[in-house]
């Protein structure tokens, strides 16, 4: 139960919704424990049972169509997911990345046999995916990525290495972001799919040590001569990558902004639970007047940002969530998580330091929210562009 005074819009009262959101608390229940979790932080990966589990569930593909062998839903099922995956600390499970980012591209680019061939695998969870744009080289500037993907015979062959590339260690499925024609700069880019399992000369490399989301398998990836059939260029045309990489941007963004939410939410709850039954001085530290008013700020804020993500939300929908607004939305929201994390932190004291509280774990989770998903600096200048 949000801690916020603002009634969930009505697309998202419906009572469909309603039931996939107690399906989905259930699930996380079960199958998301607070020690499976733990184990999860140690081994710095989810394992491949959560994702069979989920899929099992009903959880993947939820907003693609029941004839690509989705579940017929649309982005109010994602956001119901991320949101849960946030207010359950079930930091690290990259489905949103699978459902919400990566399946798309296969359904709004894919040809039709593309997206028969691979849909119906990645909602039953054989296939698990991730996303590879970044480089050593080359990260907020996209147009600078060296890795290649040149014809040869009736395919290409890859060359170039990927790093923080989420799921990293897990993925089978890899759209990797390439120059087709490295003479040209956007339009010499496209999108490859590697299906890892099918290919010779590719490697992982390390499960990166991370300040935060310490079971995200964020990887480094090798790709060496990888030889992969023509079919597998995403939407059969070269030089659409820029454009494929575009189009899915405001979702991509606005599901940050979803994220950071989710995460703004229960450290509030979190934190007013904790100051009723704290006491210092004779008094619980609710009854101190900095305490009230640390919370009455934050509670404000959060409620203005949850009426702005509610508005993206609905225009998204509609198909009218343009990218300056999503860009709003995702630095906007995730500069707000970093802040209010950080003041409800301060209100656990010594506690608030130690993992044993989620409070810790999530001022460090949340950093990366500023960062990944185009820089919160990036997010400004598209925004500028529209002044
Ligand atoms: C945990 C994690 C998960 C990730 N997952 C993925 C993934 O799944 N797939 C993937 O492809 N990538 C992923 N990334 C990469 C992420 O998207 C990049 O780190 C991010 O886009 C920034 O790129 P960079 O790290 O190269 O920073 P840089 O581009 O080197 O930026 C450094 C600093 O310069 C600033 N800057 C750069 N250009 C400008 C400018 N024009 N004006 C003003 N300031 C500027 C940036 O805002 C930043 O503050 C992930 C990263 C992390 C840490």
Redesign the pocket.
Known sequence: MSVLNVDRPEFMAEEDIRLFEDACIRFFEQSAPPERVEKWRKDKVVERAMWEEAAQAGLLGLSTPEEYGGMGGDYRHEVILMEQIGLQGVDGF?AS?HNA?VMPYIFHYGTEDQKRKWLPRLASGELIS?????????????QGIRTTAKKSGNGYVINGS???????QTANFIIV?AKTDPTQGARGTSLMVVETDEVEGFERGRN?N?L??PA?D?SELFFNDVKIPAENLLGSEEGKGFFQLMGQLPQERLNIAVQGMATIERALKLTIDYVKDRKAFGKAIIDFQNTQFVLAECKTEATVARVFVNHCIGEHLKGKLDAATASMAKYWVTDLEGKIVDRCLQLFGGYGFMDEYPISRMYRDSR?QR????????M??LIARTL
Not at 162 to 167: E, G, H, Q, S
Request: proline share 2%; glycine share 18%; no cysteine.
């Open positions: 990259g990345l980012i991730a996303i590879a744009m970044t480089e050593p080289g080359a990260g907020s500037d996209l990927k790093t923080f590339i989420t799921n990293g972001v990166l991370k935060g989301q995200q964020t990366i960062i990944y998903g185009g820089t919160n600096e990036i400004k200048m």
